[in-house]
Protein backbone atom coordinates (compact mmCIF):
# COMPACT_ATOMS: atom_id res chain seq x y z
CA UNK A 1 0.00 0.00 0.00
CA UNK A 2 1.34 3.03 -1.19
CA UNK A 3 1.83 5.83 1.78
CA UNK A 4 2.81 9.32 1.03
CA UNK A 5 4.13 11.76 4.44
CA UNK A 6 4.54 14.91 4.22
CA UNK A 7 6.50 17.04 6.87
CA UNK A 8 8.29 20.37 7.11
CA UNK A 9 5.36 22.72 7.53
CA UNK A 10 5.20 25.72 9.65
CA UNK A 11 4.93 29.48 10.48
CA UNK A 12 7.42 31.79 8.33
CA UNK A 13 7.93 35.30 8.06
CA UNK A 14 8.00 36.95 4.13
CA UNK A 15 10.82 36.44 2.63
CA UNK A 16 11.81 32.97 4.31
CA UNK A 17 12.63 29.37 3.69
CA UNK A 18 10.99 26.41 3.98
CA UNK A 19 11.83 22.77 3.07
CA UNK A 20 8.99 20.11 2.90
CA UNK A 21 9.57 16.40 2.83
CA UNK A 22 7.80 13.55 1.29
CA UNK A 23 8.76 10.58 2.37
CA UNK A 24 6.82 7.49 0.04
CA UNK A 25 6.77 3.58 1.16
CA UNK A 26 4.75 1.08 -0.23
CA UNK A 27 6.40 -0.05 -3.68
CA UNK A 28 9.01 1.16 -5.86
CA UNK A 29 8.63 4.21 -7.50
CA UNK A 30 11.05 4.03 -10.33
CA UNK A 31 8.53 5.37 -13.79
CA UNK A 32 6.18 7.50 -11.38
CA UNK A 33 5.87 11.08 -11.00
CA UNK A 34 5.69 12.80 -8.03
CA UNK A 35 3.77 16.38 -7.17
CA UNK A 36 3.16 18.94 -5.06
CA UNK A 37 0.11 20.59 -4.62
CA UNK A 38 -1.25 23.05 -2.74
CA UNK A 39 -5.18 24.14 -1.51
CA UNK A 40 -5.40 27.72 0.18
CA UNK A 41 -9.05 27.83 1.42
CA UNK A 42 -11.67 28.46 -0.46
CA UNK A 43 -9.91 27.79 -3.80
CA UNK A 44 -9.12 25.09 -5.55
CA UNK A 45 -5.71 22.13 -5.07
CA UNK A 46 -3.67 23.49 -7.71
CA UNK A 47 -0.19 22.35 -8.86
CA UNK A 48 3.31 23.75 -7.53
CA UNK A 49 6.60 21.40 -8.87
CA UNK A 50 6.49 17.61 -10.50
CA UNK A 51 9.60 15.61 -10.52
CA UNK A 52 10.18 12.30 -12.34
CA UNK A 53 11.61 9.71 -10.35
CA UNK A 54 13.86 7.89 -13.05
CA UNK A 55 16.00 11.09 -14.62
CA UNK A 56 15.98 15.23 -13.67
CA UNK A 57 13.19 15.95 -15.52
CA UNK A 58 11.39 19.07 -13.31
CA UNK A 59 8.23 21.16 -13.52
CA UNK A 60 7.36 24.24 -11.79
CA UNK A 61 4.05 26.55 -11.89
CA UNK A 62 4.63 29.77 -13.05
CA UNK A 63 3.62 31.38 -9.47
CA UNK A 64 6.76 29.04 -7.86
CA UNK A 65 9.51 29.45 -10.65
CA UNK A 66 13.16 30.69 -9.61
CA UNK A 67 12.06 30.42 -5.85
CA UNK A 68 11.05 26.83 -5.06
CA UNK A 69 12.91 23.72 -5.85
CA UNK A 70 12.15 19.98 -6.42
CA UNK A 71 14.37 17.44 -5.50
CA UNK A 72 14.61 13.59 -4.74
CA UNK A 73 16.81 11.45 -2.82
CA UNK A 74 16.62 7.82 -3.99
CA UNK A 75 18.30 6.43 -1.55
CA UNK A 76 15.59 7.70 1.66
CA UNK A 77 12.59 7.54 -1.29
CA UNK A 78 12.03 10.91 -0.45
CA UNK A 79 10.74 14.01 -1.91
CA UNK A 80 11.50 17.54 -1.06
CA UNK A 81 10.09 21.31 -1.94
CA UNK A 82 12.93 23.63 -0.87
CA UNK A 83 10.66 27.19 -0.70
CA UNK A 84 12.66 30.11 -0.43
CA UNK A 85 11.77 34.00 -0.58
CA UNK A 86 7.82 32.40 0.59
CA UNK A 87 5.20 35.59 -0.01
CA UNK A 88 1.94 35.36 2.31
CA UNK A 89 0.06 34.18 -0.61
CA UNK A 90 1.68 30.60 -0.61
CA UNK A 91 0.28 30.17 2.41
CA UNK A 92 -1.64 27.13 1.77
CA UNK A 93 -1.75 23.28 2.94
CA UNK A 94 0.76 21.48 0.74
CA UNK A 95 0.20 17.95 -0.59
CA UNK A 96 2.38 15.66 -1.85
CA UNK A 97 0.95 13.31 -4.39
CA UNK A 98 2.16 10.09 -6.65
CA UNK A 99 1.34 9.20 -9.92
CA UNK A 100 2.46 6.56 -12.43
CA UNK A 101 4.23 8.92 -15.80
CA UNK A 102 2.49 7.07 -18.40
CA UNK A 103 -1.08 7.82 -16.99
CA UNK A 104 -3.54 10.58 -18.85
CA UNK A 105 -3.43 13.55 -18.18
CA UNK A 106 -0.68 16.16 -17.44
CA UNK A 107 1.70 16.43 -14.46
CA UNK A 108 0.29 19.63 -13.55
CA UNK A 109 -3.45 18.30 -13.15
CA UNK A 110 -4.10 16.89 -9.35
CA UNK A 111 -6.98 14.94 -11.16
CA UNK A 112 -4.07 12.59 -12.38
CA UNK A 113 -2.49 11.80 -9.32
CA UNK A 114 -3.61 8.32 -7.88
CA UNK A 115 -1.71 9.24 -4.24
CA UNK A 116 -2.08 11.60 -1.91
CA UNK A 117 -0.69 12.30 1.44
CA UNK A 118 -2.18 14.22 4.35
CA UNK A 119 -1.04 17.38 3.91
CA UNK A 120 0.88 20.04 5.72
CA UNK A 121 0.13 24.24 6.35
CA UNK A 122 2.15 26.50 5.39
CA UNK A 123 1.97 30.05 6.70
CA UNK A 124 3.43 32.67 5.91
CA UNK A 125 2.77 36.01 7.51
CA UNK A 126 3.81 39.87 6.36
Known amino acids: QVQLVESGGGLVQAGGSLRLSCAAS????????MGWFRQAPGKEREFVAA????????YYADSVKGRFTISRDNAKNTVYLQMNSLKPEDTAVYYC???????????????????WGQGTQVTVSS
Open 97 to 115: AARYYGDSGGYSSYKSYNY
Open 26 to 33: GRTFSGYV
Open 51 to 58: IRWSDTNT
